[in-house]
């Protein structure tokens, strides 16, 4: 069966941000290449500096890949790839967003002078953050058998998506929360212990540094759980 105008639309649509995304990611990665030489490459070597290379350019491999099977020159309509191109992807989204996640614990466990209370805080948060994660990729890989749709036409590995996806953003709401509470308390406790010295540029950063990162994880969140919702269980158009 011919895919409906409505399939083509829709991939047209997927196409675009895609590519999109992607050439933002490249614009932005061309812009900070001299201040990453000078402020990364010339440091030593520390966990924190390996975290940033690995999410730097494990994401910059990762979605060169991804775009390349969006433009169909990967799947030459075998089922097999798409299945494993699935389960690849899904793994390189967590590991890419646990890079920053895990920048942004230690960070926090600095800011709170690297207190043993504060380590085993972030370390259960975390955990049960993550049990969430496998939890629901678990129950999604034993559930979701369907075909991808339009894969000998379109050579695109599209198909429909589960009901319970929304719940991995609902760990990342959490973890992200806690993170953000904990950061501004011990930055405002920081604040008033040396209200009588002089203004700290390095206070102003962390705190917009803080409040910046927690909008953009809210608002990707409910953009994500909104999608995930709406186009739930839909049967694709054409399938």
């Known amino acids: 069966m011919a895919p409906s105008p409505e399939f083509m639309q829709d991939l047209w649509v997927r196409r675009i941000l895609s590519t999109t995304g992607h050439t933002l990611l490249v614009y932005d990665y061309l812009l900070t ?29 990762g979605q060169t890949f991804i775009r ?6 990967l799947s030459h309509g075998s089922q097999v790839f798409c ?7 899904s793994c390189f989204m ?27 805080i972030l370390i259960w948060s975390y955990v049960f953050y993550v049990l969430v994660l496998i939890g629901t990729a678990a129950y999604n890989a034993t559930t979701n058998h369907t075909q991808f749709s339009q894969l000998d036409v379109t050579n695109i590995c599209v198909r429909a998506i589960s009901s319970h996806v929304w719940l991995i953003c609902l760990g990342s709401f959490f973890l992200d929360t806690l993170l953000f ?26 705190v ?32």
């Not at 290449?33 to 350019?57: A, C, G, M, Q, S």
């Not at 390349?68 to 020159?73: I, N, Q, Y």
């Not at 590991?95 to 043993?116: D, F, P, Y």
Request: proline share 2%; glycine share 4%; aromatic share 14%.
């Open 181 to 206: 509470a904990l950061t501004m308390r011990s930055l405002w406790i920081y604040s008033m212990r040396f209200q009588t010295l002089h203004h700290s540029n390095l206070l102003y950063i962390l």
């Open 94 to 120: 967590f590991l890419s967003m646990e890079s920053i996640h895990i920048i942004v614990l230690v960070r926090t466990w600095a800011i709170w002078g690297t207190q043993k209370r504060m380590a085993s």
């Open 33 to 61: 290449l001299k201040d990453e030489v000078y402020y990364i490459w010339n440091r030593p070597w520390t966990v924190v500096k390996v975290l940033f290379l690995i999410n730097r350019y494990g994401n910059l491999i």
């Open 208 to 239: 917009r540094d803080t409040i910046i990162f927690f909008i953009v994880s809210m608002l990707s969140n409910a953009l994500r759980m909104t999608v995930l919702t709406a186009y739930s269980d839909v049967s694709l158009p054409g399938s």
């Open 68 to 73: 390349l099977e969006e433009a169909g020159l």
């Open 83 to 89: 299945n494993r191109f699935t389960l690849s992807t």
